[in-house]
T-cell receptor
Framework: GAVVSQHPSWVICKSGTSVKIECRSLDFQATTMFWYRQFPKQSLMLMAT?????????EQGVEKDKFLINHASLTLSTLTVTSAHPEDSSFYIC???????????FGQGTRLTVV | GQNIDQPTEMTATEGAIVQINCTYQTSGFNGLFWYQQHAGEAPTFLSY??LDGLEEKGRFSSFLSRSKGYSYLLLKELQMKDSASYLCAVKDSNYQLIWGAGTKLIIKP
């Protein structure tokens, strides 16, 4: 299957700071990227969907000014958690899909801990 | 609303067979996926069904009935490494993945 690289794998940051998470498709062009958040023992929750070159579509309840998503190229999308707070601590996962693909390929996930 | 139901937790014995069920109610249907997720890791793709019937892939098989809004994942010859959460997901009419909460499968020796 195709490879999606996400980093960092884990990050610890201080409350009030910003954290950037990168998601790269290594061997295919990702026309659409998805960002998910998963709290312990809970399901994956879609935060936003982004198509290359256009603004991301955020799910209801997700603050677009807090979770900045950039998808400037067909191989890279970034999620920036601005002014992070302890309640933002979670497992963030990206997935990418190429045009016509039935399957979305996942990055390794990023464990964010805000202290 | 859209809803996907699967059991929260199941326990099975090493070497045995286990069936994990998934029922769904979504706005449109463009395929059903099963993923395996080990704790602290991203999901890994197991199977994809878009037509009714059984798809077999090694020890794992997945079944779909669109008229019943029902699927199951069948795992044979269970191994300890199969202990994980199994996620059912459906692509709706907007090709968006709707996720179930996952079934935690515990394998005992």
């Amino acid at each position: 299957g195709a490879v999606v690289s996400q980093h960092p794998s884990w990050v610890i940051c201080k409350s009030g700071t910003s954290v950037k998470i990168e998601c790269r498709s290594l061997d295919f062009q990702a026309t659409t990227m998805f960002w998910y958040r998963q709290f312990p023992k809970q399901s994956l929750m879609l935060m936003a969907t982004s198509n290359e070159g256009s603004k991301a579509t955020y799910e209801q309840g997700v603050e677009k000014d807090k979770f900045l998503i950039n998808h400037a190229s067909l191989t890279l999308s970034t999620l920036t958690v601005t002014s992070a707070h302890p309640e933002d601590s979670s497992f963030y996962i990206c997935s990418a899909s190429g045009q016509g693909e039935t399957e979305a390929f996942f990055g390794q996930g990023t464990r964010l801990t805000v202290v | 609303g859209q809803n996907i139901d699967q059991p929260t937790e199941m326990t099975a014995t090493e070497g045995a067979i286990v069936q994990i069920n998934c029922t769904y109610q979504t706005s449109g249907f463009n395929g059903l996926f099963w993923y395996q997720q080990h704790a602290g890791e991203a999901p890994t793709f197991l199977s994809y069904n878009v037509l009714d019937g059984l798809e077999e892939k090694g020890r794992f098989s997945s079944f779909l009935s669109r008229s019943k809004g029902y699927s199951y994942l069948l795992l044979k010859e269970l191994q300890m490494k199969d202990s994980a959460s199994y996620l059912c997901a459906v692509k709706d009419s907007n090709y968006q993945l709707i996720w179930g909460a996952g079934t935690k499968l515990i394998i005992k020796p």
